[in-house]
């Protein structure tokens, strides 16, 4: 299984990004994926992750309302929206496919991207 994630880059506090994820490797549809930050000195944590079919959408507190998870099935591809980002945000950003098709644990991920990295200038 390999992923590839894109979409980071920099932006000023209140912009916004788009990344993508791109999967190869495993039935997509069948596994939920999931994103996840970790910010400089500070453990990963999960940001938001989508069941298998897409009907299931979860996500942290700290990007609710701000944040949107979505897939595209048929280009093994999810995404994240991110809208009125705060310096708070910036962090490498995984993608991962896990292991079920709804995952919000950071252990049921067992496939993991490189990481995108996103500033957010305040």
């Known amino acids: 299984v390999q992923l590839q994630a894109s979409g980071g880059g920099l932006v000023q506090a209140g912009g916004s990004l788009r990344l993508s994820c791109v999967v190869s490797?495993?039935?997509?549809?069948?596994?939920?994926m999931g994103w996840f930050r970790q910010a400089l000195g500070k453990e990963r944590e999960f940001v938001s992750s989508?069941?298998?079919?897409?009907?299931?959408?979860f996500y942290a507190d700290s990007v609710k309302g701000r944040f949107t998870i979505s897939r595209d099935n048929a280009k093994r591809t999810v995404y994240l929206q991110m809208n009125s980002l705060k310096s708070e945000d910036t962090a490498v950003y995984y993608c991962?496919?896990?292991?079920?098709?709804?995952?919000?644990?950071?252990?049921?991920?067992?496939?993991w991207g490189q990481g995108t990295l996103v500033t957010v200038s305040s």
């Open positions: 991962a496919v896990a292991l079920l098709r709804v995952a919000t644990s950071l252990n049921d991920f067992d496939h």
């Open positions: 490797g495993r039935t997509f549809s069948n596994y939920g």
């Open positions: 989508i069941s298998g079919l897409g009907g299931s959408t």
